[in-house]
């Protein structure tokens, strides 16, 4: 048999549909019957399946941000394991541009247009230069 929908009912309804966080109390203060009257017709509306459940409007923007930051956090104290610190006169590994094998402590500097490309040796340097003259040349008259 259906169930007919009464006034309290569609009160009840008409005010969770607002705000589905609210109490029985509040409710029942807003539509003006008592608390228990509001929890009967609200628990026979879930029972015949008319109220599904009370749903939660997530502001997953906000998730977003906190999650990221969680993962700044998480890298920062990865960053912190490793004792890490960054400060000036710390050496920097430099491969060489052509063979890619290590610089050592002076590399070959070569100036292409305003970057610079760095070589073991000065025969990987003029390797360098034959292999990539079109684009040198072209950089440097820019
Ligand atoms: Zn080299």
Sequence with gaps: MPLKLDE??????????????KSFRQISREIKVST?????HYE????????????????????ETEASAKLDQIRHKAFKG??????KGMLVKITCDYCN????NKPTI????????????SSCKTLYKEK????I?????K
Excluded: M, W
């Design 8 to 21: 309290i009912d569609l009160a009840l309804l008409e005010s969770l549909v607002k705000d589905g966080r």
């Design 36 to 40: 228990p009257t509001v929890k009967l």
């Design 44 to 63: 026979r509306l879930v029972n015949i399946g008319l109220i599904k459940g009370i749903s939660v409007d997530l502001d997953f923007g906000k998730l």
């Design 82 to 87: 490793h004792k890490i610190k960054v400060d």
């Design 101 to 104: 094998g290590p610089t050592h």
């Design 110 to 121: 070569l100036k292409v247009g305003d970057q610079e490309r760095f070589f073991c040796c």
């Design 132 to 135: 990539y003259r079109g684009r």
């Design 137 to 141: 040349e072209s950089l440097a008259n």
